[in-house]
């Protein structure tokens, strides 16, 4: 069913005040995720954090079963953390990897895994790859397939970059791990909440995301998901009293599912306020999501690319809610801060965030808009009208 805006906007308590295009940055929660938190916080203030967090016990179960209901899988297969970074690095930095091994990555790769991975390579004698891309910026399924032998460990890929609204065959690159049997981390924070992310039919063995972009949670939320037969075969790079059991003075057990990726101190709020931005999504239906924020991204590109000096640099065969573009007129840093002024959010992708595509494409800082369902047409048109009128000025 198509996504009824206007209900969705009224839940929306920040669409009253700004015109807010950096969705991929941190979105809007919604009033129910937002009285969620509040109530939590309002519980740890009246009765006390661990007795409020005893109070939360079912909102919390709900949050794994809303994650686990998003994904298609176990509630035992999904771990909660503090940002998307330290899901993926808690699945990345776990795997035993070696001199001689092969971690294949793409060109779209985030900054801070790009780095974990040449920290390993330093440590390990470990080799990044860089897969090939395709002329509209995917990774190379085909030249993947290619490069996969028996050293290959991994397979990393940004579902979505941060830098643009190109979306990589994330099925398809699946096959490929599933046909070689190589493990396959899916960085899903871009995508996560703006499209469907079913693990079994992508076929990743572990995947995360963060709660603030598109899935509209708390900041300083996140989730990894390991499938079950991979779980015991990562052993966490960090253990505590809750991710593994003191046994005997000198032993102690890791947790059997995926709790052994957590820590036990942790945002309760935030997690109970992702539990309902989970589920607040889930409500829209993530298809339908999709299918109002491509066209909504789609339109927005269309009006950019008319307005004198704009460039929009995005790539892909399938392009999502995130447009990225730069102006003759202004450095991106300069229109973020312009467009502030009339209560227009926007954000800047440096180079430095994406630095092989940005060097591979010769990219400035970018300017990035990213739309979700609860943005209009109507703010489409004002944006570019704001637009058009600096940039001529
Ligand atoms: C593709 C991608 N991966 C990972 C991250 C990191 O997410 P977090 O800030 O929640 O750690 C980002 C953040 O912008 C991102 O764009």
Not at 76 to 82: F, H, S
Not at 95 to 124: K, M, W
Not at 138 to 156: F, G, N, P, T
Not at 329 to 346: C, F, G, K, P, Y
Request: charged share 20%.
């Amino acid at each position: 069913m198509a996504i009824d805006v206007e209900p969705v906007r009224a839940h929306t308590p920040g669409a009253d005040h700004v015109l807010h295009f950096n969705n991929a940055g941190a979105a809007l929660p919604p009033q129910p995720v937002l009285d969620a938190q509040v109530h939590h916080l309002r519980r740890e203030a009246e009765i006390g954090g661990y007795e409020a967090e005893a109070e939360a016990e079912e909102a919390l179960r709900n949050t794994y079963d809303a994650i686990a209901r998003m994904l298609g899988c176990d509630a035992g297969e999904v771990a909660l953390l503090e940002n998307a970074t330290r899901a993926w690095d808690m699945a990345f930095y776990g795997l035993p990897f070696g001199a001689g091994d092969r971690i294949l990555t793409s060109r779209a790769a985030y900054a801070s895994n790009h780095i974990a991975c040449l920290q390993v390579a330093e440590r390990t004698g470990a080799a990044v790859e860089v897969v090939p891309h395709t002329a509209t910026g995917e990774v190379d399924v085909d030249a993947l397939r290619s490069m996969m032998d028996d050293d290959v460990a991994l397979i990393a890929l940004t579902h979505v970059p941060t830098n643009g609204g190109l979306v990589n065959p994330a099925t398809e690159v699946g096959d490929v791990a599933n046909e070689a049997d190589v493990p396959f981390l899916l960085d899903a924070c871009q995508s996560a909440g703006q499209m469907p992310l079913p693990v079994d039919e992508i076929g990743c063995t572990m995947l995360s995301a963060t709660g603030r972009k598109y899935l509209r949670g708390p900041r300083g939320t996140g989730f990894l998901y390991v499938r079950q037969d991979w779980i015991e075969r990562i052993e966490p790079p960090l253990l505590d009293l809750h991710a593994a059991t003191w046994t005997g003075p000198d032993t102690y057990e890791i947790h059997p599912d995926a709790r052994r990726f957590e820590t036990w101190e942790g945002h309760v709020a935030g997690f109970v306020g992702l539990g309902t931005a989970v589920e607040y999504a889930l409500d829209q239906g993530l298809g339908a999501i999709r299918d109002r924020v491509q066209p909504l991204a789609a339109t927005l590109r269309t009006a950019l690319a008319d307005v004198p000096g704009v460039t929009v640099r995005d790539q892909g065969r399938t392009r999502c809610g995130i447009t990225t573009f730069t102006t003759e007129q202004m450095d991106a840093a300069a229109l973020q801060s312009t467009l502030r002024e009339h209560d227009i959010n926007v954000s800047v992708s440096p180079p430095a965030s994406t630095r092989l595509d940005a060097e591979a494409r010769n990219l400035p800082a970018l300017v990035r808009a990213s739309v979700h369902y609860y943005n209009t047409e109507a703010e489409i048109e004002r944006f570019v009208d704001v637009l058009s009128d600096l940039l001529d000025a």
